[in-house]
């Protein structure tokens, strides 16, 4: 199991991630801050859950709470960040750093985002048939489903 934090401007790379992850393994949340319960959520954490935490400064204080309660919960946490000395960095087990002028939240999307892709890349590449029967599986019930509608072909 997944749970993706990212707050802010964070948000929206944290959002693609965990819809991404869904699309390749499943069983992945995204935490949305003060839309949900983060005690609730915090509560089912067990052993073998992962937290990853995207944070940029300026540092937001739930996100790294969130990540240092889940950690006591023995959940391993990934942090995405800018530096080595963030406050992210401290208590996550690995630390993916993401360089970028300042500020990060402006200027380091695209290098924020090519990494979520290599990572996400990494994933689809590693578990091709399992991902391929999932993308399978979602076609199936979008062809069945009024969601969704395909293209016209006017040949």
């Known amino acids: 199991h997944i749970i993706v934090i990212g707050l802010r ?8 991630l965990a819809y991404a992850l869904n699309i390749l393994r499943g069983n992945t ?10 005690n609730y959520l915090l509560s089912r954490i067990q052993p073998g859950w992962l937290v990853v935490a995207i944070s940029f400064p ?3 204080r739930e996100t790294i709470e969130f990540a240092a309660e889940a950690k006591r ?8 960040t800018d530096d080595d000395l ?4 401290f208590l996550a087990d690995l630390v993916l750093k993401v360089e970028s002028d300042q ?16 990572l996400t890349g990494y994933l689809a590449v590693r578990d091709r048939e399992k991902v391929q029967r999932r993308l399978d599986k979602d076609q ?11 293209a016209v072909d006017e040949n």
């Open 86 to 89: 963030s406050p992210l960095a």
């Open 140 to 150: 199936e019930i979008s062809e069945q489903s009024f969601y969704f509608m395909n």
């Open 9 to 16: 401007a964070s948000f929206a790379p944290a959002h693609w």
């Open 73 to 80: 919960r023995s959940a391993q946490v990934l942090a995405i």
């Open 58 to 60: 300026r540092y937001m």
């Open 29 to 38: 949340e995204l935490y949305h801050g003060g839309m949900d319960d983060g």
């Open 103 to 118: 500020p990060t939240t402006l200027q380091g999307m695209p290098a924020i985002f090519s990494l979520l892709n290599t």
